[in-house]
């Protein structure tokens, strides 16, 4: 018969509403039965595991009472149930391996807890803005079908002494009481140096309070923390995180990887795909998609299901004119087009575009 391990997993699992986990709880008891001899009682087993997943069950238990936080904490997070997967992502292997094992951690973490081991919960991601960050979030809410709590900043921050503390009380209350994937995208703002120049009382009054929630344990959530200028983090709040990632620009194998998923149903043989890693070098994920998306629209409305590698590169170049908009170092940026040249008769490598000029 099955351990008390295993009815306490199916117990957990059920009153969670982790339908995949139940699932496969279910067919493992239903295989060892199998092994014992017990043939009639696991072909139950698994008949009563393919009926709880069925389409309507499976929308009856939809943990829609999780969807809308009220009072104080509806004030403090957004929420959503993303539709993400980690297949949509495009990262480098070791992080897709990384993010891999986290769900399998979360899924089966009565195979731990029955070894004195625990799941990984506190996640930092840190890279450029654009590289995924925010999108890994939401594809481990969606992997393991949790709502995703977004920490609302200008909600929480206050200028008012003590309040800030107080409000990051609610949240994490709420991340022990109600399971689902909690995101702090930017936590400079919460998590900034001891050491700054320009801190003040509150500020480090903000910051301790957040490295001993970040101690406490986070019950059965994800907390996942962002952050595009790791340097400005105080280097306390590295310990308390059990996993961090580091975020890159794409590379060249990202680069097609990224054009050629979004333009999926264009004809792209022709696309020469160096000559685009050069041209979309030191753009991020996020910019190529919409460079891409760009390049597509226009294609569509001249009626054209081909997409030509000249209006790729035009594309990426709008794109990276978009990044030097609002430039506040007072110099002026020379932005080239695909035929320009440098001023003296030269022309200007792809990779280059949109750099500064050197000084004469």
Do not use: C
């Not at 699992?13 to 014992?36: C, I, P, V, W």
């Amino acid at each position: 018969m099955a351990s008390a391990q295993q009815l306490i997993g199916l117990i957990k699992s059920h009153a969670e509403g982790d339908e995949t986990r139940f699932f496969d709880l279910a067919m493992q008891l239903a295989a060892a039965e199998d092994q014992k001899g017990h043939v009639r009682l696991a072909e139950q087993l698994r008949a009563w595991a393919d009926a709880g997943k069925s389409p309507s069950r499976a929308h009856s238990s939809q943990p829609t009472l999780l969807a809308a936080p009220r009072g104080e904490l509806g004030e403090l997070v957004g929420t959503s149930y993303p539709a993400t997967r980690l297949a949509s992502l495009i990262l480098p292997a070791t992080i897709q391996d990384e993010l891999s094992h986290l769900v399998a951690e979360t899924r089966q973490r009565d195979r731990l807890e029955a070894r004195g081991l625990h799941p990984r919960r506190r996640v930092l991601l840190s890279g450029p803005p654009g590289t995924g960050k925010t999108m890994t979030a939401s594809a481990l809410a969606g992997e393991l079908k949790f709502p995703m709590y977004t920490v609302l900043l200008h909600g929480l921050i206050t200028k008012y002494f003590g309040e800030t503390a107080s409000k990051l009380r609610t949240i994490f209350d709420a991340v022990r009481t109600n399971r689902g994937v909690y995101l702090f995208d930017e936590i400079d703002a919460l998590a900034g140096s001891r050491t700054r120049g320009d801190d003040v009382g509150e500020a480090r009054r903000i910051l301790n309070s957040f490295l001993q929630f970040l101690e406490e344990d986070p019950g059965p959530s994800i907390i996942v923390a962002t952050t595009n200028v790791p340097e400005l983090l105080d280097s306390a709040i590295l310990r308390r995180f059990d996993v961090v990632l580091r975020y890159e620009l794409p590379d060249a194998d990202a680069i097609e990887q990224t054009v050629r998923r979004r333009l999926n149903g264009f004809k792209t043989g022709r696309i020469a795909w160096k000559q685009l890693a050069a041209a979309a070098g030191g753009l991020s994920t996020a910019d190529l998609v919409r460079g891409t998306e760009d390049a597509a629209r226009r294609a569509v409305l001249s009626g054209l299901d081909t997409i030509s590698t000249p209006a790729l590169l035009d594309a990426f170049e709008r794109r990276r004119t978009l990044q030097l908009i609002g430039d506040t170092n007072g110099s002026t940026r020379q932005i080239s087009h695909p035929s320009a040249n440098n001023g003296d008769g030269q022309k200007v490598p792809p990779h280059r575009r949109g750099q500064r000029a050197p000084s004469k």
